[in-house]
């Protein structure tokens, strides 16, 4: 029998996962392309596969300094929901879940969506009060949520403890209809689909200066070459500002570690996505059997891609309170990933000082469920110059006063 080297096998499994000779030897780049979009992870990807598909924008590049999906797209905790309160928000949010529901048919490739229903406790009297509130914003928004008692929270997730020493289960938000996604599939379905209608994937291509003439985008320089192009988007998360410093404009955000875990795999025990807000963690349990367990961000800012022990001590220790059997499990891996946060903790999708450049960024710690929703409103930007979807979510609002505050409207911006 034939042997095969772990390099070879992989190799083989990436063309074989995309379908195209290309993500393994991407293509040189064009002369010139009519839009660029700069980070090939699920934002720019879905950005670049809907300019195609709806708007028929397909000479296009994508452009990636590492490797497809390899930052916050393959370093999340995959959690979708849209159950939020404000209005613009919601909007956001529910579009890409929809979008979500049928992503695998229209890419022809299984993301794995799996709609198994996502719980917020409520385990402060400013919890209740604050989901009902949402509930009843979500009736208007036309979300369909509910807010759950404690027994009902019980019944759809028996390994919890509703009687926490610090925190009870005082009841919960339910979405019947939100759940999780597999993130490296997302990533590789909107890339197969990009590639088949004739863009450019290019991977291990940096973007080191972005060319502008009279106020207006000409192009990018890449440790490629130069490529000019007619519009640009820039999609790369936590460093957006590193980005937009090069266009020469500021942008009212900043980068932090967003950091994650799983245990080692057991029997199937919890089929709902369960998001303890009072204590920070949140927890679901993957196909593999691992508990997929996240918290909150980092308290300073900094660029790693590294777990950290002391956060691991403090999200499991919350949650070992609400899931006491977690206690016995050990630890299989950790991981962080750079995230951008704005003041209000809500989105930018907007139109730039520079003329045809447009950025995409301040999703902070809940990106992933956005992705879908993000790249049919963000293309349309780009495309047509505006887009209701987006409209709420300019860089303007910051200095017209018109914060979309999730943090203070819902005490979390997962």
């Avoid at 596969?49 to 393959?74: F, P, S």
């Avoid at 759940?179 to 990009?194: E, F």
């Avoid at 009212?252 to 998001?275: F, G, N």
């Avoid at 807000?277 to 367990?293: C, P």
Wanted: positive net charge.
């Amino acid at each position: 029998m034939k042997r095969y080297s772990a390099f070879a096998v992989a190799k083989e499994a990436l063309r074989y996962h995309l379908g195209w000779e290309r993500a393994w030897a991407s293509p040189e780049p064009k002369k010139k392309y009519d839009a660029i979009i700069i980070g090939a992870g699920g934002h720019g990807l879905a950005t670049a596969y809907y300019l195609g598909k709806n708007h028929g924008i397909r000479n296009v590049a994508i452009l990636e300094k590492g490797w497809l999906g390899g930052g916050n797209t393959g370093r999340n905790t995959t959690i979708i929901r849209s159950n939020y309160l404000q209005d613009a928000s919601a909007a956001m949010y529910e579009k890409s879940r929809s979008l979500y529901e049928t992503l695998s048919q229209d890419l022809n490739y299984n993301v794995m969506f799996s709609p198994r229903g996502v719980i917020m406790l409520a385990q402060t009297q400013h919890e209740v009060r604050g989901y009902e509130r949402t509930a009843h914003a979500n009736a208007l928004q036309g979300v369909k949520t509910e807010f759950i008692s404690p027994s009902r929270v019980k019944e759809l997730c028996p390994i919890i403890n509703l009687e926490g020493p610090r925190y009870p289960v005082l009841g919960g938000l339910w979405q019947a209809r939100g759940g999780t996604a597999r993130h490296d599939a997302v990533a590789w379905g909107y890339a197969r689909a990009c590639s088949a209608m004739g863009m450019d994937v290019i991977q291990k291509c940096e973007v080191t200066g972005i060319r502008t003439e009279g106020g207006k985008v000409t192009g990018v320089s890449t440790n490629r070459g130069d490529i000019a192009c007619d519009k640009l988007g820039i999609v790369v998360a936590g460093h957006s500002g590193h980005l937009a410093d090069m266009a020469g404009f500021r942008l009212p955000i900043e980068s932090v570690a967003l950091q994650a875990l799983v245990s080692e795999p057991i029997k199937p025990c919890m089929d709902v996505v369960v998001m303890a807000n009072t204590v920070h963690g949140y927890m679901s349990q993957s196909d593999k059997g691992e508990m997929v367990i996240g918290g909150g961000a980092d308290n300073y800012n900094n660029y790693t891609q590294r777990g950290s022990f002391h956060h691991i001590e403090e999200t499991v220790r919350a949650l070992i309170e609400t899931f006491p059997m977690i206690s016995r499990l050990k630890m299989l891996r950790q991981w962080g990933g750079i995230v951008d946060m704005t003041g209000d903790r809500s989105p930018i999708l907007s139109k730039t000082p520079v003329e045809n450049v447009f950025i995409n960024c301040g999703w902070g710690t809940g990106g992933f469920k956005a992705i879908p929703g993000s790249g049919w409103g963000f293309a349309e930007l780009m495309a047509k110059g505006y887009s209701p979807l987006t409209a709420e979510f300019g860089l303007e609002r910051f200095y017209e006063g018109r914060f979309i505050d999730e943090s203070v409207a819902a005490g979390v911006a997962h």
